[in-house]
């Protein structure tokens, strides 16, 4: 904890009942020094109670008589061993009222074009619960005939770099437990950024690849250099024959 709890509400007592410098109130209380003049001067935080630093267990008085003799010095807030070791709690994504909606179709998204990925690792992408996700695997949603699967980047519900590396972390875990992976799944495992940067693969037409290399000379069209032969025209006595006529 770098600041203490209800710092707004502490500031208005440090500025009620000391007298430290606004410098060193907005230090301790993690806010600007603009705005505890403005405490000071009735213009901000108007109607707040002041909390009790002292009382709370946030702050020495030790620490405030040092800061009222020196100007310079920068008040410490009290160690609390119960907070030792306290981290941030850890929970789902937090989502929008107005996304919360297409949840649902960003699973179902995520189910059918990446199964490798653990409910675990879908829940931290868009926000929601194992529950959830266990329904819409099953089919067993309350809404599932009327769920369309959407891109959960396309929904911004999360960033395609996110997706990205759950998809990998998901490919190492499934290589390291000594399972294959189909064509379509390394296909998935390429970035949007390298997969548009990719040439085309060329493809051959069908039915070329059966015709070997005799069979493609015998199918070779005939010369047709001499105009005789291209038109079939007879040769010899007949046309002779017509010049004597003549």
Partial sequence: MTKPIMARATAVWLVDNT???????ADFCGMHELEVQGIADGDVA??????????????????????????LYRLKLKHNPNAAGEEKRRGPRYTPLSKRQDRPAAILWLVKFHPELPDGAIGKLVGTTKPTIQSIRERTHWNIQNITPIDPVALGLCKQSELDAAVQVAARRKAAEGGVMSDDERRKLVSTEQSLGMAPEPKIPEGLEVFGSEEAEEKQPSDFSDAESFFNLPSGGQDDEDEEDR
């Fill in 19 to 25: 007298t430290l410098t606004f410098r060193q109130i």
């Fill in 46 to 71: 108007g109607g707040v109670k002041g909390f009790d630093p002292i009382a709370n267990s946030q702050l020495d008085q030790v620490e405030i008589d040092r800061g009222e003799k020196d100007p």
